[in-house]
């Protein structure tokens, strides 16, 4: 079992940053991959990054390319999503969540099926 628990939401103004980190407990070697989804409210959950945990290799949806960052620190089993000028529209409960599979095919194929670990959320707010 993958323990996940986020931290790092909150409110923030559009054109501003956040960053939000996961950190994992548990049989984490069994996942590797891990990624951030959102969901707002009336809206279907979306991923909006992953990254490969043994790779390295990241993939972003396209409406958050060039504005958000994925990282990992695999020794404090830690991963971040930087979020940089951020919008109205990036409010969401945010997910961070984890495979329990190996896996190393393209990023972008994954969905939120392939995904069998996911945190409580954390709430991010933009106000424009």
């Known amino acids: 079992q993958v323990q996940l628990v986020e931290s790092g939401g909150g409110s923030v103004q559009s054109g501003g940053s956040l960053r939000l980190s996961c950190a994992a407990s548990g049989y984490t070697s069994s996942s590797t991959f891990m990624g951030w989804f959102r969901q707002a409210p009336g809206k279907e959950r979306e991923g909006v990054a992953f990254?490969?945990?043994?790779?390295?290799?990241?993939y972003y949806a396209d409406f958050v390319k060039g504005r958000f960052t994925i990282s990992q620190d695999n020794a404090k089993n830690k991963v971040d999503l930087q979020m940089n000028i951020v919008k109205p529209e990036d409010t969401a409960m945010y997910y961070c969540?984890?495979?329990?599979?190996?896996?190393?095919?393209?990023?972008?194929?994954?969905?939120?099926?392939?995904?069998?670990?996911w945190g409580q959320g954390t709430q991010v707010t933009v106000s424009s």
């Open positions: 969540a984890a495979g329990n599979k190996w896996y190393f095919g393209p990023l972008s194929l994954l969905t939120d099926g392939d995904f069998s670990y």
């Open positions: 990254i490969g945990t043994t790779t390295g290799r990241t």
